[in-house]
């Protein structure tokens, strides 16, 4: 199977050339790829914590949905260790929908036979994105007093698998 591309082959914000309509012939795109995000919310939803962190971009980019759930997967796994499954409650704030599409051009021996070039390079659907401007909330993380630190480790993880700079804002609940 091929490798997916560099996320920098991707980052910058295009218009979303991705028509989708609930009629099949009516669509740009033919088919809309399936995300790997598997939850978007995470913890204990209905408990009141007294402390609110937010991941903030600081950058406007794509983030393409595997670099989400990587991230995603990375900031559960210490929450979980460290607090418990009840401890805090985790909301993701990015909602993958432009579509990202790919012209593949054949290159080495017999390239010349099966590629078509530029022409017809509307491309084939490979995966989906999240447009992020600066100042959006990436992620939400609601826990108690005492596990602040534990919080903030949390999300430099989550960080680090996302392509971009981001804050950390801690703000009280109550």
């Known amino acids: 199977m091929a490798r997916i591309r560099k996320a920098v082959a991707y980052r910058k914000l295009k218009r979303?050339?991705?028509?989708?309509?609930?009629?099949?012939?009516?669509?740009?795109?033919r088919a809309s790829p399936v995300s790997k995000i598997v939850r978007y919310e995470m913890g204990?939803?209905?408990?009141?914590?007294?402390?609110?962190?937010e991941l903030i971009a600081n950058d406007n980019l794509q983030i393409r949905h595997n670099a989400i759930e990587s991230s995603r997967v990375t900031c559960i796994r210490l929450l979980e260790k460290k607090l418990?499954?009840?401890g805090f409650h985790l909301q993701?704030?990015?909602?993958?929908?432009?579509?990202?599409?790919?012209?593949?051009l054949a290159s080495g021996a017999g390239a010349d036979r099966m590629?078509?070039?530029?022409?017809?390079?509307?491309?084939?659907?490979?995966?989906?994105?999240?447009?992020?401007?600066k100042g959006k909330v990436l992620?939400?993380?609601?826990?108690?007093?005492?596990?602040v630190e534990v919080g903030k480790t949390a999300l430099m993880r989550a960080q680090y698998k996302i392509?971009?700079?981001?804050?950390?804002?801690?703000?009280?609940?109550?």
């Open 44 to 53: 204990d939803v209905r408990k009141k914590f007294s402390i609110r962190l």
């Open 92 to 104: 993701l704030r990015m909602f993958p929908h432009h579509i990202l599409r790919e012209n593949p």
């Open 139 to 147: 992620y939400v993380l609601k826990l108690d007093e005492k596990d």
């Open 84 to 86: 418990g499954k009840n």
């Open 163 to 174: 392509p971009c700079h981001c804050n950390i804002v801690l703000t009280k609940t109550e």
């Open 115 to 133: 590629s078509t070039g530029m022409a017809r390079s509307f491309g084939k659907p490979i995966g989906i994105a999240a447009q992020i401007k």
């Open 16 to 29: 979303p050339y991705t028509r989708k309509s609930k009629f099949r012939e009516l669509s740009y795109v």
